[in-house]
């Protein structure tokens, strides 16, 4: 008999959890890369915690407990069966490094970099983590006669290290195990956001994903993660600056900035204006820092604002005006198959979900 069942491609399922400085949003995919269905999404805010500390207030503190029960009120509210899942840690929980190495035989390669990072992480090497992808890499090229540097500059590879501290991910092991979640995986956010917006072409691109907690700036080639850099401007902190000036309850000033913005150029404005000046001044030393360390031409073609501030009314004008290039605000779910009856919805919260929908898509790849 005839099974045409097995023919059938079962369709897989991810589950990306970021947790937050104000929020937790968890985010199940289903399908397959190139045929991508959301499943469901679910968010928990800051505003409406019974505990009133955010769940990250600096790089090691999380509240364990509060968070594993929030993510499985999420879970449950957003019917999600499955317990298998990712989950993102913050930059500025990270360090990020890019080292030059020669080329190697593969299976000296690990230790080469182990040996390498000692010199760049600013804690020892037996506290973290260490992880690290192949960012250059070209075959020998042999040119008789000439020798010399440019010649051994062309074997040498380059390689992205990413290193975590123990006691970070060892606390996101215990959120997991207190939410009843299998983690199959941890993700630093940068490669969640990379793809998130990633397509399928040689383009470099800039990432800014203003957080509640800290602004983090990635630059992106081809999908890969070149570099990220944690700045510490954050949503929280204009909001503070306005709650400050204009001596406002922290409610009201949010309300006032997420309505206003930048269009209100006689309040609101003059007050945040110097926050996204400073900002962007960092966004143009980190690309110079990167093209005169790399020695080479970088090429951004357009920079992708995220996070909870990305729909700031004027913030995309402004930074259009000021980096003279495409802004463009980020939409994780634009390629993914959605209710169109969502679509309102999920354009409007896009941003703010792009870490937590980038890491589900891990599962689908």
């Known amino acids: 008999m005839l099974n045409i069942f097995k023919f059938l491609k079962r369709e897989k399922r991810g589950i990306g959890i970021d947790i937050g400085t104000s929020a937790i949003k968890m985010v199940e995919l289903k399908g397959r890369k190139g045929c991508i269905k959301l499943s469901a999404y679910g968010e928990f805010q800051r505003s409406i915690f019974p505990n009133k500390q955010s769940f990250q207030s600096g790089p090691l503190y999380l509240l364990e407990e509060e968070a594993a029960r929030i993510i499985k009120l999420i879970k449950n509210e957003a019917q999600i069966k499955s317990r298998k899942a990712v ?56 040119n008789f006669g000439s ?84 700045l510490n401007f954050s949503s929280a902190r204009f909001t503070e600056s306005i709650s400050k000036f204009l001596e406002l309850e922290p409610k009201k000033a949010e309300e006032l900035k997420r309505k206003q913005g ?10 945040i204006l110097p926050l996204i000046d400073r900002i962007i001044s960092e966004v143009e030393k980190i690309v110079d820092n990167y093209r005169r360390k790399q020695k080479k031409e970088l090429r951004i073609k357009k920079v992708i604002i995220a996070g909870g501030m990305a729909n700031l009314p004027g913030l995309k ?22 209710l169109p009856i969502l679509s309102p919805v999920l354009k409007q919260i896009g941003p703010s979900f792009a870490v937590a929908v980038g890491i589900a898509m891990r599962e689908l790849e």
């Open 87 to 142: 989950m993102s840690i913050p930059v500025f929980s990270s360090f990020f490094t890019t080292i030059t190495l020669p080329s190697l035989p593969k299976e000296e390669i690990t230790d080469a970099i182990s040996f390498q990072a000692r010199q760049y992480i600013p804690v020892p090497i037996s506290e973290v983590v260490l992880d690290w992808s192949i960012l250059k890499s070209k075959p020998p090229h042999q």
């Open 147 to 230: 020798g010399g540097k440019k010649e051994k500059d062309r074997n040498n590879i380059d390689v992205l290290v990413v290193a975590v501290p123990n006691e970070v991910v060892n606390r996101y092991v215990r959120i997991a195990q207190l939410a009843d979640i299998e983690l199959s995986a941890l993700e630093v956010e940068t490669f969640s956001l990379a793809r998130s917006f990633s397509k399928e072409d040689d383009s470099s691109f800039l990432i800014i994903d203003f957080g509640a907690n800290s602004t983090s700036i990635s630059i992106i080639r081809r999908g890969s993660v070149l570099m990220a850099y944690s």
């Open 262 to 271: 930048l269009q209100d150029k006689d309040t609101i404005a003059p007050i």
């Open 317 to 338: 004008n402004y930074l259009e005006e000021k980096l003279k290039k495409e802004i463009e605000i980020g939409n994780p779910f634009l390629n993914i198959k959605t």
